[in-house]
């Protein structure tokens, strides 16, 4: 059923069951629909029950059955705007005398354990480009009959989501922003008054072992509303990241170099921030300031990555920098024997852009680090994070192509439904158990008049995956770090070692005594030098115990 919520900030709707508890309900309404509020302020008005208010602590325990409220029912709510909530406060839980006299703002306690980074905020970047309308500025063109001072439809403003100009410019995806924004003016439309839906669910393709219905669940009861529909797969419109931008080309040859030393591949992690990208409408790119390389052991035609031990503290030391992990990166480089540096094209259109091994190893990165977006019911959709392969091209030479897996990989591997194949072109699909149930799963292939086609027992790995573009600044001197020779992290198997040697050759400005501040910040503007002196240290430790 539905239950209707008004308030002054405007209308809700939220779905649920007749044994839905009242206070998981009013969780979902404060954590993804309103504005920041204290929740020690809430009170609901029922019409049905001669507009009696009540507070949260008399009905958080109450189901939407034993209220009495039937589908389609309006309440009223009434609360106080909150100066300090954090993001993520819950109100289904008990509150104990202390916490009702606390100041507003103050945390609430709760009985239930509710994991608050899933309703952080969303970004200030993706706030920016919710306010940005993104039209596209049109010229007059010959068909126009008004003057300079005039609009008609063949000059006005089009909206990001156009798909004329997506297909005029070779836009293969448009952007998340873009795409928001359409789903917005369907279903959220001005005329259609101050109710508000959700444009964004993730998809979810596992089966609801706890249905409402009443039967035994699976294996041994199914019904329609446990059971998830067939899923059809087609190329995804969006993304999520439309491009990747290296700040400085010195840190992507050193990351090559590994390769040319030793033969064997590398991966490392990329760290940066994201920005707006203005070559596409409400475009985002991810800018990589760093790459750090994992405790990794690396051969010839792959890499087995060891326990990462220090991930905390090399988190954080990027977090006291501004930066954030944006993606990951790995080579997969094999010489051509041709004696002239070429190397050889194994990615390409007849073959595979990223294995069916590749795409499940990025879709347990993004779910690592999901996208906290204030359109989606829980808080969250998909992720901004990136893969990059160093891999030789059609002409022999070195290059970088970047990818995302797909929301609908993602929900895949949620649901354990998808595992990699033998082909590096094909992703194999599981067998329905006791634990896992298998829905009918399709695939649309492209140019071929729509038909779809049985995905079992597997299918291309094409309909999981998204190009991005990837290129370098115009001018690298913006570059957070600059170019040095101080040894790189975990390279210690082609005798590459950082010690305080290492550190004295790195400030050459102190050793000749002519140092002043200004040679001395550049000299320490080197990512591996900063990590070095970090784990030789308890700077942040000691920070965090103040």
Not at 93 to 106: E, F, M, P, Q, R
Request: net charge negative; glycine share 6%.
């Amino acid at each position: 059923m539905i239950i209707r919520f008004r308030s002054k900030d405007g209308q809700y709707r939220l779905n649920c069951e007749g044994k839905t508890c009242f206070g998981d309900l009013l969780n979902e309404l404060v954590l993804t629909k309103l504005p920041a509020i204290d929740p020690l302020t809430l009170t609901i008005t029922f019409p049905s029950a001669g507009n009696s208010v009540k507070s949260v602590q008399e009905i958080q325990n109450e189901t939407v059955d034993s209220l009495n409220l039937k589908n389609g029912e309006m309440l009223m709510l009434n609360y106080k705007p909150s100066i300090n909530t954090q993001a993520g406060q819950s109100i289904s839980g008990k509150v104990d005398s202390n916490t009702i006299n606390a100041t507003a703002g103050a945390s609430v306690s709760i009985n239930k354990i509710i994991d608050a980074s899933s309703f952080q905020k969303q970004s200030a970047l993706d706030d920016e480009l919710d306010k940005d309308p993104g039209l596209i500025a049109r010229k007059k063109s010959a068909l126009c009959k008004h003057s300079d001072k005039g609009m008609c439809e063949y000059c006005s403003p089009l909206p990001p989501w156009d798909r004329e100009y997506q297909a005029d410019h070779n836009i293969k995806h448009i952007s998340f922003h873009s795409y928001v924004d359409e789903l917005n003016s369907k279903v959220n439309k001005k005329e259609g008054g101050s109710s508000y839906i959700s444009p964004l669910n993730s998809s979810n393709f596992t089966i609801n072992k706890k249905c409402p219905s009443g039967h035994e669940p699976w294996p041994k009861g199914i019904c329609s509303k446990c059971q998830p529909s067939a899923i059809t797969l087609q190329r995804q419109e969006y993304r999520m990241v439309d491009h990747v931008e290296f700040e400085n080309s010195d840190m992507v040859n050193k990351f090559i170099n590994a390769w040319r030393l030793s033969g064997v591949q590398r991966m490392g992690l990329l760290l940066g921030k994201y920005d707006r990208y203005d070559k596409i409408p409400l475009g985002i790119k991810a800018k990589v300031e760093a790459i750090y390389e994992f405790p990794q052991i690396d051969y010839d035609d792959g890499i087995a990555l060891q326990e990462w031990i220090d991930e905390d503290k090399i988190i954080a030391l990027a977090k006291e920098i501004g930066l954030v992990p944006v993606g990951i990166i790995f080579t997969d480089l094999s010489d051509s024997g041709r004696g002239d540096g070429s190397v050889i094209c194994k990615r390409h259109l007849n073959s595979f852009f990223l294995s069916s091994l590749e795409i499940l190893f990025a879709v347990k990165w993004q779910l690592k680090y999901p996208n906290k977006c204030k359109w989606s019911e829980n808080g969250e959709f998909s992720s901004k994070f990136v893969t990059c392969v160093i891999s030789g091209n059609n002409n022999g030479e070195i290059d970088i192509n970047a990818y995302q897996a797909s929301e609908s990989a993602e929900a895949l591997v949620k649901a354990d439904l998808i595992a990699a194949s033998t082909h590096p072109d094909q992703m194999f699909i599981k067998e329905a158990n006791s634990e896992r149930y298998v829905p009918d799963i399709f695939y649309q292939k492209i140019n071929e008049y729509g038909f779809k086609h049985n995905a079992k027992p597997s299918f291309p790995v094409e309909f999981l995956l998204i190009s991005l573009t990837h290129g370098f600044p115009d001018n690298e001197e913006g570059s957070l770090f600059k170019p040095s020779s101080f040894p790189i992290e975990n390279r210690e198997y082609i005798g590459e070692h950082a010690d305080l040697q290492s550190v004295s050759k790195q400030f050459t400005c102190i050793n000749s005594g002519h140092s002043n501040l200004d040679e001395f910040l550049n000299e320490l503007s080197d990512w591996h030098l900063l990590l070095y002196l970090l784990l030789k240290s308890n700077i942040l430790n000691e920070k965090e115990q103040q």
